[in-house]
């Protein structure tokens, strides 16, 4: 094996090299480092100009410094794993580019390194193992760089990402500041490096390529027609050339979440998805919410710096696919642009000027809109999608804290159920003190009656007072009686979690509710809840901690389950159907709950349970979460239109649900759609009463009498 050559541009005349040599040598050995060391001096001049931002936030970042090994192991396995991004449509392809990239970046370190000191790997086994796979990351690089171009500028499948048409995706100081040029460099960088080693190898007959098959190739075709050494000059300075043009331009593109997003994703939130951070020291607070952005938590300004814009938060958020303002990528997106208009004035007071004043949009009613600010369902679908855990919910619920708390500007539709809960304590208004007619003549006891019960049932609003939800509440006394279990009911001891007041931004009565039931909860020291509601569900177990209230919570799906499981019920009579599952948000996506429903559907002989895509974690919502079961939509299509869509294609029998406002949601649709003769919409919890012995087998549902004015359970827009 011979030895290989250096690069041609080193090859000077013999008289130059010896009068210059202690000069060529210096430079040798000291211009890669100086053009390294310049490049990691714009690396930290790029992260300065953004990490300036989130401090000019509220709260302080030993906030995120606790469980450190779990928040480095976020940032590895989804920074540099891609875990998140590997699942989404054409995330194979951006970790090819990625891969691709920091291997021929590694590579290149290395062969320098090599270059200029007394290391020595051009020979054996490394060597070709180094040759052949710097051959694969180019591979790597330039068919993904390829791709996404193509993607990018000719075949643009998803519209939903706010983007330019192609014909404005030309060249312009935007998108040159976009993915399009870093893409059109990293495609030149990798077919550049395979004209080099092809011309190195034909430029000199000593050269060998080892397993390196595309440059032994190209360099066969080089000699072949002629190439010499200019040839090869020519080549590296062009390469060179495209690759400091990329390497110095990086944190001036949207490739900054290269160094942006694994500092976001350490600083992760660790508390389960969607529980809303409670407002410090409420009883002295004088402003409530957020309407100026230096308002935010600086986490929340850390988010808008780490955005990649990859649209992976659209891909299933309801109000995307149903053609509403509400776009999580562009609200962050306009929200950043906002913070980079008015750093000026924010770094100047910081710096001592609080004379500085911004003359510019208002970020509520202007940047984000009331539209948008309100048609979110907080059904999580944008933080699961996210890679880099921007956390969506929050930034939206505290614009909507600011604007009920502050400004009494809500949904006119949302005051009914303020109202109902302020004086009736559910949001209906009806009697507090009906709550538990439902039960009458199902001998269910009141907790006040068996304080010493195993297990207190929380019917919640839904199950109390809606007439369809109520046949749910009196199927599940049915299971828990077969089961044995001691259990008992608040009856009207029970007021609404707050969940539809906290997710409308009025987190006064929220906390005043949170407070009502806790006393009530720890006067009894009830330890286990079982709730057929996800948002009960939620509440109780994530949020009431910050209130004082530590319970076990179990939702019904997982609870029915572990009671067929331990023998104590045991599913008997069939019931031939088709069932596909619609996984709550408040089950499966925010708390990863969703195999304990199938278990206890799959237990049920004879039903046959088929799967969509958007199932799990990957659900779309009924749109009834974020308190807008309580309003109208009054943009684009309906959500729950969309929903049994999709549920449509798994050509199902029965709809199964596990939440009463999901039931009520999905219900609608069916009969919207007039597929009531074809469709039954049906709580697990019905499903399984119903197959227990001496249950008189499956029956669908009895219709619901028409409410009357004043004493329906459900908003008459639905």
């Known amino acids: ?150 993607r990018r500028l000719v075949d643009r499948p998803r519209p939903q990402l706010d983007e330019p048409p192609p014909e404005k995706m030309l060249p312009t100081a935007e998108n040159l500041a976009g993915y399009t040029a870093p893409l059109t460099l990293l495609l030149l960088i990798g077919l550049t490096g395979f004209l080099l080693e092809g011309a190195r190898i034909a430029a000199n007959p000593r050269s060998f390529a080892g397993w390196g098959f595309v440059g032994a190739s190209m360099g066969a075709v080089f000699r072949r027609a002629g190439t010499g050494t200019g040839f090869h000059a020519t080549i590296w300075w062009v390469h060179i050339a495209i690759v400091l043009s990329f390497l110095y331009t990086m944190m001036l593109t949207k490739l900054r979440h290269m160094f942006i997003a694994p500092l ?133 619920v505290d614009m909507r804290r600011h604007d009920v708390m502050m400004e009494g500007r809500f949904p006119e539709e949302a005051a009914t159920a303020f109202k109902g809960m302020e004086t009736q304590m559910n949001p209906w208004g009806l009697a507090y003190d009906k709550r538990a007619e439902w039960a009458e003549g199902l001998e269910v006891p009141l907790l006040s009656e068996n304080p010493n019960a195993d297990v207190l049932y929380w019917v919640g609003c839904a199950g109390s007072y809606d007439q369809r939800n109520q046949k749910v509440s009196k199927a599940l006394v049915s299971i828990l009686k077969a089961a044995g279990v001691n259990f008992a009911i608040l009856g009207p001891e029970e007021a609404c979690t707050g969940d539809p007041a906290r997710r409308l931004g009025n987190e006064y009565l929220f906390a005043t509710l949170a407070q009502q039931n806790i006393e009530t909860l720890n006067r009894y020291q009830v330890k286990t809840i079982v709730t057929q509601c996800p948002h009960c569900f939620h509440t109780i177990a994530n949020e009431y901690p910050d209130f004082g209230g530590k319970y076990q919570v179990v939702h019904t799906g997982e609870y029915v389950a572990e009671l067929i499981a331990a023998g104590r019920i045991r599913p008997e009579q069939a019931n031939e159907t088709r069932v596909v599952y619609h996984d709550p948000c408040y089950m499966g996506r925010h708390n990863g709950k969703f195999e304990g429903a199938r278990e206890s559907l799959g237990s049920i002989p004879g039903v046959a349970l088929a799967e969509i895509d958007q199932s799990k974690r990957r659900t779309v919502c009924c749109g009834a979460g974020g308190g807008c079961f309580w309003k109208e939509e009054h943009e684009g299509t309906r959500i729950n239109l969309t929903r049994v869509a999709q549920l449509e294609t798994a050509n199902p029998e029965t709809i199964a649900v596990g939440c009463p406002f999901c039931m009520t949601m999905i219900d609608d649709a069916v009969k919207a759609k007039s597929l009531e003769e074809q469709v039954r919409v049906r709580d697990l919890v019905e499903m399984v009463a119903e197959s227990l012995p001496g249950a008189g087998g499956a029956r669908p549902a009895e219709a619901a009498p028409e409410p009357t004015h004043g004493q329906h359970a459900k908003p008459a827009h639905h």
């Not at 396995?77 to 691709?100: K, N, T």
């Not at 270059?115 to 330039?142: C, H, P, Q, R, W």
């Open 1 to 150: 094996m011979t030895e290989p050559t250096r690069p041609i541009l080193w090859n000077v005349p013999d008289w130059f090299r010896e009068h210059f040599v202690s000069i060529l040598g210096l430079i040798d050995l000291g211009v890669p480092f100086l053009l390294f060391g310049a490049w990691i001096g714009l690396i930290a001049w790029g992260l300065y100009r953004w990490l300036r931002l989130p401090p000019l936030g509220t709260g302080s970042v030993r906030e995120r410094l606790d469980r450190i090994p779990e928040r480095l192991k976020g940032a590895l396995f989804d920074g540099v794993g891609q875990r998140v991004v590997v699942r989404e449509p054409s995330g194979i392809a951006h970790l090819a580019l990625y891969v691709g990239f920091v291997g021929l970046f590694a590579g290149t370190a290395l062969v320098t390194l090599e270059f200029d000191t007394a290391l020595e790997f051009y020979s054996g086994t490394f060597f070709n193992v180094y040759k052949l796979m710097m051959d694969v990351f180019g591979i790597l690089l330039v068919n993904a760089a390829a791709y996404f171009l193509v």
């Open 264 to 396: 976001n994703l350490f600083f992760r939130n660790l508390q389960p998805r969607g529980r809303l951070a409670p407002i410090k020291d409420f009883e002295n607070a004088e402003k409530f919410g957020v309407s100026q952005v230096e308002e935010y938590n600086w986490k929340i300004l850390l988010d808008m710096a780490a955005c990649l814009e990859c649209g992976r938060c659209t891909t299933n958020c309801p109000t995307v696919l149903t053609g509403k303002t509400l776009n999580p990528k562009k609200l962050v997106m306009t929200q950043r642009e906002h913070l980079l208009d008015k750093s000026p004035v924010l770094l100047a007071r910081k710096n001592g000027n609080p004379d500085a004043e911004y003359v510019g949009p208002d970020m509520i009613t202007e940047v984000a809109t009331e539209p948008a600010i309100w048609g979110c369902t907080t059904c999580g679908w944008c933080e699961e999608g996210c890679p880099v855990k921007i956390e969506h919910i929050q930034r939206i």
